[in-house]
């Protein structure tokens, strides 16, 4: 089961990447020890060359890790087939114990990745590396993180059996389940949207506000996190089922099929990204004191506010277009 | 004002063939004035310039401007240093053969965004200070020594740089010519530039128009010629 391309290249990936970050925190303990820009010490001038090379590497390390959470739900989903009971992603990751701790890791990670490479993104703007502290003990946060994802995934993937009989994605979110999912599903259908839609506005207002104004940068990142929340609720509890065309099925993970015209990426690449970049805009708000990002931060918090706004318009479209074109009636008229 | 502070430069440190080319130099040079690194050759003079420049690193101190700490400056921040702050006049000149002296002069200018009219036209009048206008469309490979080393001050100054580093300007030159690189180096200096420079040559060294001369051996300053 472990040698198909997709596995092979997420298990390379992630162990590359762990091997990458675990040698970094190396580097990275020394700079949080001994960094003094205001030394020309050796160690000092040292510690400024290698960072070029470190923040390079961990650059392409947190891509991989950006890109691989696509390919693991792509692969857990193409793989159902081989499964008995199985009818998507949710029956591959039920397979064994370690399937859906892989994955919560793996976003948990997404969000950790995005936000190293957009502190480093700023922090190669400024002329006197203003972030290269909170760069590096966000690495030493991540290490150990990517190792046990990399020891998730290889347990995920060597524990996989074909004779397994596993559950399908109605086990987990129907609203039979006792699950939390399952009780995101069975919230009353106008409760959801009214919540869903109500969230998205706000967060959408909180941004083109900051857009406008450089104002409520705090705000607009909380409402990023929050839409995104309420984002997979309304795809849960109510997106789905028009996707799907039924009123029991509220899988978050059959729409990346081909079946529902992979319309989850559309739905979860953007969502991702919006929330991703405007929680960025939060996090990178500490640091506009810093002489070297005044100008900066507010700069590329803007840019990253427009395509985070763009991002979740692009979700709440997409979401509110596979509801209109749904042949799927909820609503008496 | 440019300021060094204990700098060191190790080439192929923790090698058997380790070698340290400048040690722990202290210096001062004021701005607006025409200073000469002197000293023999392996005294460590270009590779105290080429730091100075930004062309190269210390592998210990500080090498400042103003009140700005050159050596410390991410690449891309120092690229841009190089390409505003700095003009080069190099031993060999470095012209580029196959294109024309105009081309040659422009060509700093050009990863600058400016107009390109504006720089043809700030070129073409930096050869004609330079009395070598009637050049402009030759190949530089077709210049003497005396043309090239103009042609190599004129491209130095298209950007208009606060301070121009020249390494042993006139190592290729006769008296003659080297007589006619100081008196255009004096119009340089007259302009409010800093002009710093690497020599050995006594013409260079003893000339009326050179503010200071700082003697170096084996990497250091010699004695009385600290900061």
């Known amino acids: 089961m472990i040698f198909q391309p997709a596995i092979i290249a997420l298990l390379l990936g992630s162990l590359v990447v762990t091997i990458m970050v675990l040698a970094a925190s190396g580097f990275g303990v020394q700079v949080l020890r001994r960094w003094n820009i205001g030394s020309g010490s050796e160690l000092q001038v040292k510690l400024e060359r290698q960072t070029y090379l470190i923040s390079t590497l961990m650059g392409f390390a947190c891509t991989i890790e950006l890109v691989s959470l696509l390919l693991f739900v792509f692969n857990a989903d193409r793989m159902a087939s081989q499964f008995v009971g199985a009818m998507c992603a949710v029956g591959t990751l039920n397979a064994n114990e370690f399937g859906f701790p892989a994955l919560t890791l793996k976003l948990i990670n997404f969000f950790l990745a995005g936000i190293w490479l957009i502190l480093n993104y700023v922090d190669n703007k400024g002329y006197d590396y203003p972030l290269i502290k909170p760069k590096y003990l966000l690495l030493l946060v991540l290490a150990p993180l990517m190792a046990t994802e990399f020891g998730l995934q290889l347990a995920y993937f060597l524990g996989l059996e074909a004779d397994i009989i596993t559950s399908c994605c109605g086990s987990i979110f129907g609203s039979d389940a006792n699950t939390v999912a399952s009780e995101m599903g069975s919230l009353p259908l106008s409760t959801s949207m009214i919540i869903f839609y109500s969230v998205m506005t706000l967060t959408l207002l909180a941004g083109v506000f900051f857009i406008l104004t450089g104002k409520g940068g705090i705000v607009f990142a909380a409402m990023s996190g929050i839409g995104f929340v309420a984002a997979i609720q309304g795809v849960i509890s109510f997106i789905s089922i028009y996707i799907y065309e039924h009123p029991h099925h509220h899988c978050p993970f059959d729409v990346i099929q081909g079946g529902y015209n992979y319309i989850g990426y559309p739905l979860y690449i953007p969502l991702f990204s919006a929330a991703l970049l405007g929680l960025g805009v939060g996090g990178l708000l500490p640091f506009r004191q810093k002489q070297s990002l005044s100008e900066v931060i507010p700069l590329v918090g803007r840019r990253f506010a427009i395509v985070s706004v763009a991002g979740f318009a692009l979700f709440l479209t997409v979401a509110t277009l596979s509801i209109v074109f749904s042949n799927l009636i909820m609503f008496e008229k | ?227």
Not at chain 2, 54 to 62: D, K, N, V
Not at chain 2, 82 to 99: A, D, S
Request: with cysteine; charged share 25%; aromatic share 4%.
């Open chain 2, 1 to 227: 004002m440019i300021y060094l502070d204990n700098v060191h430069k190790i080439f192929n440190q923790g090698k058997v063939n380790e070698f340290q080319a400048i040690k722990g130099v202290d210096l001062t040079l004021e701005g607006g004035k025409i200073s000469v690194l002197k000293g023999p050759s392996g005294s460590g003079k270009t590779t105290l310039l080429t730091m100075i420049g930004g062309l190269s690193r210390p592998t210990s101190g500080r090498v400042r401007l103003q009140d700005r700490d050159l050596s410390s400056l991410p690449e891309r921040f120092l690229t841009e240093i190089r390409r505003k702050t700095f003009g080069f006049v190099f031993q060999q000149f470095n012209l580029i053969k196959g294109l024309s002296v105009l081309d040659n002069v422009m060509v700093p200018a050009l990863p600058t965004g400016r107009d390109h009219k504006e720089v043809r036209d700030q070129a073409a009048a930096l050869l004609g200070r330079l009395k070598i206008a009637h050049k402009s469309g030759a190949r530089v490979e077709w210049l003497s020594g005396g043309e090239a080393q103009r042609v190599a001050i004129a491209r130095a100054l298209v950007n208009d740089p606060e301070i121009v580093i020249a390494d042993e300007p006139t190592a290729n030159l006769d008296s003659a010519l080297s007589e006619e690189f100081l008196e255009i180096i004096h119009g340089v200096k007259q302009e409010g530039r800093t002009v710093l420079m690497t020599s050995h040559d006594p013409v260079v060294c003893d000339a009326q128009v050179v503010d200071r001369v700082v003697s170096m051996r084996d990497g250091a300053l010699v004695d009385g010629h600290q900061a």
